[in-house]
Structures are given as structure tokens and as C-alpha cells.
């Protein structure tokens, strides 16, 4: 198992939940992390991305000043931090691991590990 999604639930929107990545040493040392989501009838969606050297961070319009990405190298965990949620968060998310340049990082299909997924469901 290279990655393992976790801290998943119900929440009620405004709240918040923090979603843990834990990852292999290999597949902490790729280029960047993401989380994407995906939500039922919906397309896989970017969410925010964590470059592993250096730490600079991106995200979704929709996520930016709610949502906050980060790692711990320690712990080769990666976290999304997730405030003032709403209900059109609610979706699985899944954390993944790409070796692709910067220019990338949104398209999910330029990443080749990911994790089982985690259900956040918000409710209004």
C-alpha cells in the first residue's frame, strides 16, 4: 500500500475536518502530493497540491482561504486541513502522489499513486 487516506465523516457545514495521507517513504519522495474529490455524478476534481521540496502550495478557487494543505517529512503524512465547509464539499476525497512538473499539478491523471479514498459529507 503506497498511500492511505484517512479522518473522513459527517460534519455539519461551517465546521471542519482534517484529512491524514499517510504515505511510503518512495511516495513521499515523488514530486508533489494532491488531494482531489469526487463527488457522485461528478468528475474527479483538483483540490490542492503540496510540493515536496520546497512546500509551495496550490489550490482550487473553490478551496482557497478555507482549505490548507501540508505535510510533516517526519511522518511522510500529508494533511488537508478543511474549515467553513458546505455542502457542495461533500465528495470522496483522495490523496495522490505525482512525479510531473509544477504545470500539472490540477490534471489528476498525471498522478500514478493514490489512496483508497475518504468520504466527507457536509451537512447543511
Known amino acids: 500500500v503506497q498511500l492511505q487516506a484517512c479522518g473522513g465523516g459527517l460534519v455539519q457545514a461551517g465546521g471542519s475536518l482534517r484529512l491524514s495521507c499517510a504515505a511510503s517513504?518512495?511516495?513521499?519522495?515523488?514530486?508533489?502530493m494532491g488531494w482531489f474529490r469526487q463527488a457522485p455524478g461528478k468528475e474527479r476534481e483538483f483540490v490542492a497540491a503540496?510540493?515536496?521540496?520546497?512546500?509551495?502550495?496550490y489550490y482550487a478557487d473553490s478551496v482557497k482561504g478555507r482549505f490548507t494543505i501540508s505535510k510533516d517529512a517526519a511522518k511522510n503524512t500529508v494533511y488537508l486541513q478543511m474549515n467553513s465547509l458546505k455542502s457542495d464539499d461533500t465528495a470522496v476525497y483522495y490523496c495522490?502522489?505525482?512525479?510531473?512538473?509544477?504545470?500539472?499539478?490540477?490534471?489528476?491523471?498525471?498522478?500514478?499513486?493514490w489512496g483508497q479514498g475518504t468520504l466527507v459529507t457536509v451537512s447543511s
Open positions: 503540496i510540493k515536496n521540496r520546497g512546500g509551495h502550495t
Open positions: 517513504t518512495r511516495t513521499f519522495s515523488s514530486n508533489a
Open positions: 495522490a502522489s505525482t512525479n510531473g512538473p509544477q504545470s500539472t499539478y490540477r490534471d489528476f491523471t498525471m498522478y500514478n499513486y
